[in-house]
Antibody, heavy 119, light 110 residues
Framework: QVQLVQSGAEVKRPGASVKVSCKASGYTFINYYIHWVRQAPGQGLECMGWINPRSGDTSYAQKFQGRVTMTRDTSINTAYMELSSLTSDDTAVYYC????????????WGQGTTVTVSS | SYVLTQPPSVSVAPGQTARITCGGNYIGSRSVHWYQQKPGQAPVLVVYDDSDRPSGIPERFSGSHSGNTATLTISRVEAGDEADYYCQVGDSSGDHTYWVFGGGTKLTVL
């Protein structure tokens, strides 16, 4: 079945970086954008950006530009999101989700990866 | 950046109709998506492109938009519909599209 499986929970010190993976299966990886969305405790959903797995093209929300890097490895159908210079405000659940195009929304989501930033 | 405004909460009795609004500048000219999120779970797409439903989503869920407001309507509300609901649009700027969520609405089934 179609699914996105994310890497496990992470605990990081302030100032460190975290890299979360998102492995796709059950569909053609390069045919769907991969988005990264985060949710701080008790808060709403926040779009971080996306990557086009076919071309490697990326687009980052202004808030994260300079601190986030999204990459992919098409040989293993996996997308990655790396966030640097972590602070306690980055403590959140990070989701990956796929999207076909502008009109289709994000129809498949990963299970989420909890990232905790604490000294 | 584009801003979407949702009411923080909506309450409805079982069997009644819930309407959750999403306000945004000229939102009627954009493709609006809606997501349901239950506690501890990933979001689920319930309406895409304003009014279409993914397979497996009950017909009780419908979407519409006009002018500066999009609306998610849940008919014959059930206890299992209690969740947070988020609207989303893509905001095109230059060569890229930036994706924005509304702040979310907590649906309480009385």
């Amino acid at each position: 079945q179609v699914q996105l499986v994310q890497s496990g929970a992470e605990v990081k010190r302030p100032g460190a970086s975290v890299k979360v993976s998102c492995k796709a299966s059950g569909y053609t990886f390069i045919n769907y954008y991969i988005h990264w969305v985060r949710q701080a405790p008790g808060q709403g959903l926040e779009c971080m950006g996306w990557i086009n797995p076919r071309s490697g093209d990326t687009s980052y929300a202004q808030k994260f530009q300079g601190r986030v890097t999204m990459t992919r490895d098409t040989s293993i159908n996996t997308a990655y999101m790396e966030l640097s210079s972590l602070t306690s405000d980055d403590t959140a659940v990070y989701y990956c989700a796929r999207r076909a195009d502008y009109y289709y929304g994000m129809d498949v989501w990963g299970q989420g990866t909890t990232v905790t930033v604490s000294s | 950046s584009y801003v979407l405004t949702q009411p923080p909460s909506v309450s409805v009795a079982p069997g009644q109709t819930a309407r959750i609004t999403c306000g945004g500048n000229y939102i009627g000219s954009r493709s609006v998506h809606w997501y349901q999120q239950k506690p501890g779970q990933a979001p689920v797409l319930v309406v895409y492109d304003d009014s279409d439903r993914p397979s497996g989503i009950p017909e009780r869920f419908s979407g519409s938009h006009s002018g500066n407001t999009a609306t998610l309507t849940i008919s014959r509300v059930e206890a299992g519909d209690e969740a947070d609901y988020y609207c989303q649009v893509g905001d095109s700027s230059g060569d890229h599209t930036y994706w924005v969520f509304g702040g979310g609405t907590k649906l309480t089934v009385l």
